[in-house]
């Protein structure tokens, strides 16, 4: 099956303010890879590619939880209490995830929870494309350091992102595929968004139920990995300036990964 490769160049590293190092992602230790997460992080609340949303956001929303994780889940934007908070998925829908996670025996130390974007679009309008396409590198960038076993989409924006397709999530939801995403060979998971599913009971069951796929997924043995070759993963090693300093978002994500 054909999947989406998307390979950053140094130049797109250093864009995106990250610090470009020999470290490849699929060779680094898990500790290795929770320190590049962590200065990922501290560049991203720095991050000031979308005009209008650095105007009016209140936190960069970068995502939180195991920085080792079998299991990410990627949502589409933070709303208003996630903003405010700096944490992803906290207000009804996150009580509906944990409630989700809960049913199949785990929790939020368990796995990795982000969003398309980290910063909440006005109003809570949709992601414009240009945002999504700006803000891609950052996601493309986590999944590759915590180099999860299953991805699971929530909703439509980034389930059409990580497949590179615009077929709808009503059609492709509860049915897992292997993707290429980055440098990651994994199985992907399209579900309904828990927002979404809570104006729809019907569709709170049906999460529910496609939630039970989630153990079958992770309980199979890992994909094979293609060898990477650091420098053509991230280029020649460069320099690059540090991140201005910022004052650290309400929510310490860092103490959660």
Known sequence: MIGVRRTLSTVQWTQIGLRSSAMSPATASASERREELRQAYRDAAACERCPQLVQTRHSVVFG????DADLMFIGEAPGQSEDELGLPFVGRAGALLDELLSGIGLDRGDVFITNVLMCRPPANRDPHPN?????????????????????CTLGNFATKLLRDDQTGITR???????RTLGTLNVRLLPLFHPAAALYTPSNVELLREDFKRIPELLALPPLEQAAVDPEAELGAP?????????????GDQLGLF
């Open 64 to 67: 939180a939880g195991n920085a």
């Open 238 to 250: 460069v320099v690059a300036e540090p991140a201005p300093a910022v004052e650290r978002p309400p």
């Open 131 to 151: 945002e999504v396409e700006r803000c891609s590198d950052w996601l493309w960038r986590k999944i590759n350091l915590v180099r999860p076993e299953v991805v």
């Open 172 to 178: 492709l939801r509860g049915r897992p595929e292997e």
